[in-house]
T-cell receptor
């Protein structure tokens, strides 16, 4: 069961530009998480935002959550070539037994 | 160092030959989970475990088995592998299902 859907599927930008990725989900959530995956490697947790929070920051990352629209966005500011990776949003399922991942946004940052 | 360790990292095998992918975590996490990742389909959960001796099916459990006899280990068993199980597999652990998950580096399985 797919809960989160990221948009766009792929994004190409130049170093120094900002990258924005969006995630939409279908049912009510307790929290929403963003993960990063370098090619073929394991996912790395970036940030968790709770359903009662609207915005959260971590370094160059900014996450927003709009529960009324069932959507979230991840903004990476001043991107670097090292930010090249796939980014996934994940939400808890209604039973509270699993994280449901979207299909991801592939970000390419060229120097 | 906190980590989730999977073995093997790569395996090429043949249809029907039983195999086990091991997963071990050193963070005393109660929750562990297995995912498979396929192009265009994202990550799909195979099985999860809320604690020792407590396991349950995820979205795609057919053809797989798991066990959780100890808190740190959560092996994934393919009793009779088939080519449609060729995939990249990830083990993950966390304090509970809603907390950030720590992922292993993945196991790439090819079933011929």
């Amino acid at each position: 069961s797919q809960q989160g859907e990221e948009d766009p599927q792929a994004l190409s930008i130049q170093e120094g530009e900002n990258a924005t990725m969006n995630c939409s989900y279908k049912t009510s959530i307790n929290n929403l998480q963003w993960y990063r995956q370098n090619s073929g490697r394991g996912l790395v947790h970036l940030i968790l935002i709770r359903s009662n929070e609207r915005e959260k920051h971590s370094g160059r990352l900014r996450v927003t959550l709009d529960t009324s629209k069932k959507s979230s966005s991840l903004l990476i500011t001043a991107s670097r070539a090292a930010d090249t990776a796939s980014y996934f949003c994940a939400t808890d399922d209604q039973a509270g037994t699993a994280l449901i991942f979207g299909k991801g946004t592939t970000l390419s940052v060229s120097s | 160092e906190a980590q989730v360790t999977q073995n093997p990292r790569y395996l090429i095998t043949v249809t029907g030959k039983k195999l086990t992918v091991t997963c071990s975590q050193n963070m005393n996490h109660e929750y562990m989970s297995w995912y498979r990742q396929d192009p265009g389909l994202g990550l799909r959960q195979i099985y999860y475990s809320m604690n020792v001796e407590v396991t349950d099916k995820g979205d795609v459990p057919e053809g797989y088995k798991v066990s959780r006899k100890e808190k740190r280990n959560f092996p994934l068993i393919l009793e009779s592998p088939s080519p449609n199980q060729t995939s990249l597999y990830f083990c993950a652990s966390s304090g509970n299902s809603n907390q950030p998950q720590h992922f292993g580096d993945g196991t790439r399985l090819s079933i011929l």
